[in-house]
């Protein structure tokens, strides 16, 4: 049974930081491409950053040089170290997987930036 499970969302005021993390079970978690997304009320989800079993990364432009995607394939957890935040950054974060083909997402964590 796989499982992806979100922490580390909150209340920040803009400029401050955050880190979420997630833990996944039930999956081969160092061969899996890992993913960040985000869904803020009234917008369609969108990928953040994702992070293959090698460690290459790629990013939302607009958060690029702010955000961090890192992987640790012993803990089987994958991270986003958000900095600088923007109000615009506001919207629940959402761990995703994909295996065989069937995505797997986590129950998602509420990142809040007051202006």
């Known amino acids: 049974q796989v499982q992806l499970v979100e922490s580390g969302g909150g209340l920040v005021q803009a400029g401050g930081s955050l880190k979420l993390s997630c833990a996944a079970s039930g999956i081969n978690f160092k061969i899996n491409t890992m993913r960040w997304y985000r869904q803020a009320p009234g917008k369609q989800r969108e990928l953040v950053a994702s992070?293959?079993?090698?460690?290459?990364?790629n990013y939302l432009d607009s958060v690029k040089g702010r955000f961090t995607i890192a992987r640790d394939n012993v803990k089987n957890t994958m991270y986003l170290q958000m900095n600088s935040l923007k109000p615009e950054d506001t919207a629940v974060y959402y761990c995703?997987?994909?295996?065989?083909?069937?995505?797997?997402w986590g129950q998602g964590t509420q990142v809040t930036v007051s202006s």
């Open positions: 995703n997987a994909v295996m065989f083909g069937q995505d797997y």
């Open positions: 992070i293959i079993s090698t460690g290459s990364t």
